[in-house]
């Protein structure tokens, strides 16, 4: 079975959003890769998911994590997710906060002329790593608007050559298919 699902990311407007089909099988730390490839994160920061009141994650040897209800390597996306119009949480980044919504929109019979996960759709640039969560990307936003202001081009040299309208679907799409490498693991 393959799940399609719509990531959006929370707080943010106009929204951020990727329609991805991935199978049911995976477990949550594949899907985990599969959200850092499409949104275009850079896999450098703790994250979790959080399904009904249970939450997932990393389990650390250390107390940091330790309140993780199981590890994500050891659950299956079709145990915890049965059903089309479920929405769960993932989280990423806990000091910028960059929560997402995922819904289940449909349920499918794999087409086996398609390679999986594979991206379909989606709209705006993921937001810089870093740069503060939603308020931090409002600011960012804001400057862009007032390029020639003093007071907004520190960020804007940090920021570079950002455009938060692009989306590349055949880039994302490069990105999801083997071999897969997070630039910081």
């Known amino acids: 079975m393959i799940y399609q699902i719509k990531i959006a990311l929370d707080g943010i407007r106009p929204p951020i959003w990727r329609r991805v089909q991935v ?4 477990t949550l730390a594949d899907l985990h ?23 997932y994650g990393v389990l650390m040897d250390d107390d ?3 309140d993780l209800d199981a590890d994500e390597a050891e659950v299956r996306l079709a145990d915890e997710i049965t ?21 289940v929109e449909k349920i499918l019979e794999a087409d086996p002329n398609v390679a999986y ?16 969560g939603p308020w931090g990307y409002e600011s960012l936003l804001e400057a862009k608007k007032h390029p020639k202001d003093p007071r907004c081009a520190e960020l804007l040299e ?3 050559d950002f455009d938060p309208e692009a ?6 799409n490069t990105r999801l298919q083997p071999p897969r490498q997070p630039p910081c693991s």
């Not at 199978?23 to 995976?26: L, N, R, T, W």
């Not at 490839?37 to 249970?54: K, N, R, S, T």
């Open 23 to 26: 199978p049911a099988e995976m």
């Open 33 to 55: 890769d599969v959200i850092q490839l499409a949104m275009g994160w850079e896999d450098c920061h703790l994250h979790e998911f959080q399904i009904g009141h249970d939450r």
């Open 64 to 66: 940091f994590g330790s």
């Open 83 to 103: 059903r089309e119009k479920a929405k769960f949480r993932y989280t990423y980044d806990f000091g910028d906060d960059w929560r997402h919504t995922l819904t």
């Open 117 to 132: 996960p594979v991206c379909l759709t989606g709209k705006r640039a993921c937001p810089p790593e870093d740069c503060g």
């Open 158 to 160: 940090w920021a570079g």
């Open 167 to 172: 989306f590349d679907l055949n880039a994302v």
